[in-house]
């Protein structure tokens, strides 16, 4: 096995049903450009009940139709924000922790102590998390996960990665290997992805390998490291 090998994305996703929400980062192939990107999938209708708002620069979770909200607590949020030098992106409120722990003079491996997985038993559904800390015309990278420690969710197992930005890698990390009942949760380290110097390359290889049925929004950022500007692609499955 080479462990250095730097996977296709598209290939990783392509016949899977269920990876749930994902989120990559890592630096573009020519060098230049960071690259954040965030997608969320659904089975219920409650989950598929949602839409990618950005105001601000921050991304949100947002219902489609309000009058069909069932429960608002897991599936609404602000999936990406700033805070100074930093790029927030989870797939649950603990962006909004991870932020203000940032705002307290905490890292974000002691923020997210205060949190563990999401209460939605059987499923237990991870939180992931990643941060980009720009400084100096380039950028590091963390990821992070909380998962259930066992099949009742007694206990919260926390696992944090750090990552140098190299030119052309980036990595994956999502909630579920695939669908089940109840759905097993991501195994082993974020998985290493090439990322193309095109910010619709990278936006239209992951939307169109995501399952048809079950995807429902992807939002990708490119940041230019040498002036900051940044280009933004959001896709809503309902328009």
Same mark, same amino acid.
């Given at each position: 096995? &080479?462990?250095?090998?730097?996977?296709?994305?598209?290939?990783?996703?392509?016949?899977?049903?269920?990876?749930?929400?994902?989120?990559?980062?890592?630096?573009?192939?020519?060098?230049?450009?960071?690259?954040?990107?965030?997608?969320?999938?659904?089975?219920?209708?409650?989950?598929?009940?949602?839409?990618?708002?950005?105001?601000?620069?921050?991304?949100?979770?947002? %219902?489609?139709?309000?009058?069909?909200?069932? +429960?608002?607590?897991?599936?609404?949020?602000?999936?990406?924000?700033?805070?100074?030098?930093?790029?927030?992106?989870?797939?649950?409120?603990?962006?909004?922790?991870?932020? &203000?722990?940032?705002?307290?003079?905490?890292?974000?491996?002691?923020?997210?102590?205060?949190?563990?997985?999401? %209460? &939605?038993?059987?499923?237990?559904?991870?939180?992931?998390?990643?941060?980009?800390?720009?400084?100096?015309? +380039?950028?590091?990278?963390?990821?992070?996960?909380?998962?259930?420690?066992?099949?009742?969710?007694?206990?919260?197992?926390?696992?944090?990665?750090?990552?140098?930005?190299?030119?052309?890698?980036?990595?994956?990390?999502?909630?579920?290997?695939? &669908?089940?009942? %109840?759905?097993?949760?991501?195994?082993?380290?974020?998985?290493?992805?090439?990322?193309? +110097?095109?910010?619709?390359?990278?936006?239209?290889?992951?939307?169109?390998?995501? +399952?048809?049925?079950?995807?429902?929004?992807?939002?990708?950022?490119?940041?230019?490291?040498?002036?900051?500007?940044?280009?933004?692609?959001?896709?809503?499955?309902?328009?």
């Amino acid at each position: 096995m &080479d462990i250095y090998k730097i996977n296709d994305i598209g290939e990783l996703i392509t016949g899977n049903p269920y990876v749930g929400r994902g989120i990559v980062i890592g630096k573009s192939n020519d060098g230049k450009k960071a690259a954040v990107a965030y997608f969320i999938m659904g089975r219920s209708e409650n989950s598929r009940n949602r839409i990618f708002t950005e105001k601000n620069g921050e991304v949100f979770t947002e %219902p489609f139709d309000a009058s069909k909200v069932e +429960d608002p607590s897991l599936i609404i949020y602000a999936a990406i924000r700033q805070y100074e030098n930093k790029l927030i992106v989870t797939n649950g409120d603990q962006t909004d922790t991870i932020y &203000d722990g940032f705002a307290s003079g905490h890292c974000m491996k002691h923020a997210l102590q205060s949190r563990c997985f999401e %209460p &939605d038993a059987p499923n237990f559904t991870p939180r992931i998390s990643g941060v980009a800390a720009f400084e100096n015309g +380039d950028f590091s990278y963390e990821m992070s996960i909380l998962k259930s420690a066992d099949a009742a969710g007694t206990a919260c197992n926390r696992y944090l990665f750090s990552y140098p930005a190299l030119a052309g890698l980036g990595h994956f990390i999502h909630t579920y290997v695939t &669908d089940g009942n %109840p759905i097993p949760t991501f195994q082993g380290e974020p998985e290493r992805v090439a990322i193309p +110097d095109s910010i619709d390359e990278l936006t239209e290889k992951l939307w169109n390998a995501l +399952d048809a049925d079950n995807k429902i929004s992807l939002y990708v950022r490119y940041i230019d490291l040498a002036t900051g500007e940044s280009e933004n692609r959001m896709i809503n499955k309902n328009n």
